[in-house]
């Protein structure tokens, strides 16, 4: 079983960079592939961008070239770097882990409680 927690988030103008954390607080991430989800309101929550457990990875369109996903199975935890932050880009982001990477939900088993990004001038 897999416990996921997210951290990262925050206010950030337009243009700016975030860098988002998801850590397993119980059980083990690297055997495990993990995506990235976001929420904004009043919208389906999206994937975003998704690791294997082999470092393989995927992106939304909507976020290729800006958006960047690294894992550290030593730290037992995988970040997602934000650049050039769009308003579009606001939302609850959530980390979730499951044994296929893709960006959809029903990939996925457990799921972190996710954390705020907000982009605003």
């Known amino acids: 079983q897999l416990q996921l927690v997210e951290s990262g988030g925050g206010k950030v103008q337009p243009g700016g960079s975030l860098r988002l954390s998801c850590v397993a607080s119980?059980?083990?991430?690297?055997?495990?592939?993990i995506g990235w989800f976001r929420q904004a309101p009043g919208k389906e929550r999206e994937g975003v961008s998704c690791i294997s457990s082999g470092h393989s990875t995927n992106y939304a369109d909507s976020v290729q070239g800006r958006f960047f996903i690294s894992r550290d199975n030593a730290k037992n935890t995988v970040y997602l770097q934000l650049d050039s932050l769009k308003p579009e880009d606001t939302g609850v982001y959530y980390c979730a882990g499951g044994g296929f990477a893709g960006l959809h939900e029903t990939d996925y088993e457990y799921w972190g409680q996710g954390t705020q990004v907000t982009v605003s001038s």
């Open positions: 119980a059980g083990a991430l690297e055997y495990y592939a």
